[in-house]
């Protein structure tokens, strides 16, 4: 038993195997949530506020890529595509869109409930706290966002492990090497000029709040907070 229930929800529209995903997914201690409306499916998705979403790709009034993209423009949630798609240009849109796993239809029950697990685990095991707070500014771990006094600053995949890497070791020094470990450790690839980008952009995005200097360069080191 789960002292506190995960909370999936389903994306396709397809009733019947709906139905089937929703009583496997109970049945195996889930708390879970079906889209009804594909028009607003992104603003039933945050309301429920899931820890996982199983998403289709062909959908009436939307489309599966164009969901994903929307989730991770706020959310770093893993997403699984579960479609009757199956070339390899499917798979490969569903992974450059930010998809965590792909699996055609039908569908092993057992595998997808191993990736579920395996998934779930994973980002729990990321960072099990909610938030961080250091000087003033709150990493909100779960929207995915950085937030300093009553301003937010809306974070992509890369640059929410990044902070919460550096939150971890707020005071200390954080060489790009053990960020780019920690990076490929949660299977990120980011290589030592990307990381150099994203720290970039994550100092715009916290200028623009109000937050000058709030990431520091330590000369043949790395970075600190």
């Given at each position: ?141 779960e929207s995915s966002f950085l937030e300093y006094q009553g301003q937010k600053a809306e974070l992509t995949k890369n640059e929410l492990k990044i902070l919460c890497f550096l939150f971890k070791n ?56």
């Amino acid at each position: 038993m789960r002292p506190c229930k995960e909370k999936i929800i389903i994306v396709e529209d397809d009733f019947t195997i709906q139905t089937q995903l929703k009583t496997l997914l109970s049945g195996n201690g889930y708390e879970v949530a079906a889209v009804t409306d594909f028009s607003t499916a992104i603003r039933q998705i945050k309301e429920f506020a899931p820890h996982l979403v199983l998403l289709d790709i062909k959908l009436p009034d939307n489309n599966g890529f164009e969901i994903c993209s929307q989730i991770r423009t706020f959310s770093d949630m893993p997403i699984i595509f579960v479609t009757g798609c199956n070339t390899d240009m499917d798979e490969l849109n569903s992974i450059m869109l930010g998809g965590d796993a792909f699996l055609t239809k039908p569908y092993n029950t057992a595998i997808l409930l191993a990736k579920i697990a395996a998934l779930l685990k994973r980002a729990n095991a990321f960072c099990q706290e909610n938030n961080f707070t250091w000087n003033g500014a709150v990493l909100h771990l779960e929207s995915s966002f950085l937030e300093y006094q009553g301003q937010k600053a809306e974070l992509t995949k890369n640059e929410l492990k990044i902070l919460c890497f550096l939150f971890k070791n707020a005071g200390k020094i954080c060489s790009r090497n053990d960020i780019v470990d920690f990076l490929w450790d949660n299977q990120l690839y980011v290589d030592d000029n990307a990381l150099s980008v994203n720290i970039t952009r994550i100092r715009e995005k916290l200028k623009a709040i109000g937050l000058t200097d709030f990431i520091k360069t330590k000369h043949r080191q790395g970075y600190t907070l």
